[in-house]
């Protein structure tokens, strides 16, 4: 089987982004709205896996993680990393990523596999789920010193990841925003605050948590 190279740019018809408020599917909707991209949002219930009209989110996404990006022909895009690099394809003029085949791309991807494997899996998941052993908290919070360390240093001395606003920021921001409900501190790391007020200061991110932590109270009401 040979791989089609030159596929075309994919279109945003009938794409539903299945998020949950203030989950990892945050950066989704900040990549949204910076690109200017018309999607249908579909909020799922992080504790039943439903979506607002009561379907069983399982028969998007048997997993049932967010984010799942399902295209009008069928098809179902999971993971970060895929997700935030598929729908900024779709608006290559918006610059959220770098060409695909280049160098600047494979770093890119780079910073994606990081943010979601070394900061959002290994250090604030195990924080942030209630059921986690005091061990595995431990072991957590022993890696946070490094790997915060390393994102500081990549950021010192420019704005941004890659040099400027890429989908990489909306991830690493929609990480780094659950610190206030884990014990990292970030005030540790003055570059990433730096970086954390330059992300709430651009308008269409500020514009996400908002409507997000709206939807975070309501989905909290819900459940009480």
């Given at each position: 089987m040979r791989?089609?190279?030159?596929?075309?740019?994919p279109t945003l018809r009938g794409m539903k982004l299945y998020f949950?408020?203030?989950?990892?599917?945050?950066?989704s909707r900040i990549t949204a709205l910076e690109a200017d991209l018309d999607l249908t949002f579909v909020e799922v219930d992080p504790k039943t896996k439903h979506t607002e009209d009561g379907a069983d989110f399982h028969t998007v996404h048997p997993l049932g993680?967010?984010?799942?990006?399902?295209l009008d022909d069928g098809r179902v895009l999971t993971e970060n990393a895929a997700v935030l690099q598929l729908l900024a394809d779709t608006k290559?003029?918006?610059?959220?990523?770098?060409?695909?085949?280049?160098?600047?791309?494979a770093r890119l991807h780079e910073w994606l596999s990081f943010v979601g494997t070394e900061l959002h899996k290994a250090l604030y998941f195990p924080l942030l789920d209630k059921t986690t052993p005091a061990a595995a908290r431990e072991y957590a919070l022993a890696k946070r010193d490094s790997r915060l360390a390393?994102?500081?240093?990549?950021?010192d001395g420019r704005d941004y990841l890659l040099g400027r606003f890429s989908v990489a920021d909306a991830y690493l921001f929609?990480?780094?925003?659950?610190?206030?409900?884990?014990?990292?501190?970030?005030?540790?790391?003055?570059?990433?605050?730096?970086?954390?007020?330059?992300?709430?200061?651009r308008p269409n991110v500020a514009r996400?948590?908002?409507?997000?932590k709206d939807l975070y109270v309501r989905e909290l009401a819900r459940a009480s």
């Open positions: 791989w089609t190279h030159a596929a075309p740019t949950s408020p203030l989950a990892c599917s945050l950066a993680l967010v984010p799942a990006l399902a290559p003029d918006a610059g959220l990523a770098p060409p695909a085949g280049t160098f600047e791309r390393h994102v500081a240093s990549a950021l929609t990480v780094l925003h659950w610190s206030v409900v884990t014990p990292i501190d970030l005030s540790a790391w003055p570059t990433l605050t730096a970086f954390m007020a330059r992300m709430h200061a996400a948590v908002a409507l997000e």
